[in-house]
């Protein structure tokens, strides 16, 4: 099995994307509470590859002191979440003001000033998905962006705005099936 994970809570106040926000305290609890249902369900895991951002890295880091001590951790940018460009990072009320025209983002196709848009993110994820599944018995620690694409692809659903569709909550685990190309969310 492969296990991808969300991150923990993060300040809610700023806008995430590929900003270097770290986990709060909630987050850091949300956390160690996935630590205790690896332990408990004995999950066999064999190494964590992690997105590159700093609050995936955090959830990395406490999975392994307080459930994986022997595994490695391996950061990679192809984890990463949707570029948000010049909003990566702002406050939430600061980006309001300057960049209202994307709030929500109007569609598919509007890229975020520097940035990406969501159909752009859905291809970057889809063309590194055998890269991203490729070991079992690993945990893959990423975004809800990166987990939501990955049921998107694996389901052949048609991609579209819906962020709830796959109720990828802070610290939330799925498992792949790579025998049956099949993922659920498990906690």
């Not at 956390?31 to 997105?51: A, Q, R």
């Not at 909003?87 to 509007?110: E, M, R, V």
């Not at 991609?159 to 969310?185: C, G, Q």
């Amino acid at each position: 099995m492969i296990y991808l994970l969300r991150h923990g809570l993060d300040n809610e106040n700023y806008i995430g994307g590929w900003s270097d926000i770290d986990l709060s305290n909630e987050g850091v609890k949300q956390v160690e509470e996935v630590c205790k249902y690896i332990k408990d369900n004995s999950l066999i895991i064999h190494k964590i590859y992690t997105s590159d951002i700093k609050r995936a890295i955090t959830t990395s880091k406490i999975i392994k002191s307080n459930a994986l001590s022997d595994v490695l951790i391996e950061p990679t940018k192809i984890l990463r979440e949707l570029n948000k460009g010049a909003l990566n990072g702002l406050d939430k009320k600061k980006a309001l003001i300057l960049y209202s025209q994307y709030f929500p983002l109007p569609n598919l196709t509007t890229k975020y000033p520097n940035g990406e848009s969501m159909q752009l993110f859905y291809l970057r994820i889809k063309k590194n998905l055998d890269t991203i599944l490729k070991e079992d018995n690993s945990l893959i620690v990423t975004h809800r962006g990166v987990i939501n694409m990955i049921y998107y692809i694996l389901n052949e659903i048609a991609l579209d705005m819906n962020n709830e569709r796959f109720l990828v909550e802070h610290a939330s685990l799925h498992e792949y099936n790579p025998l049956t190309k099949s993922i659920k969310k498990i906690v």
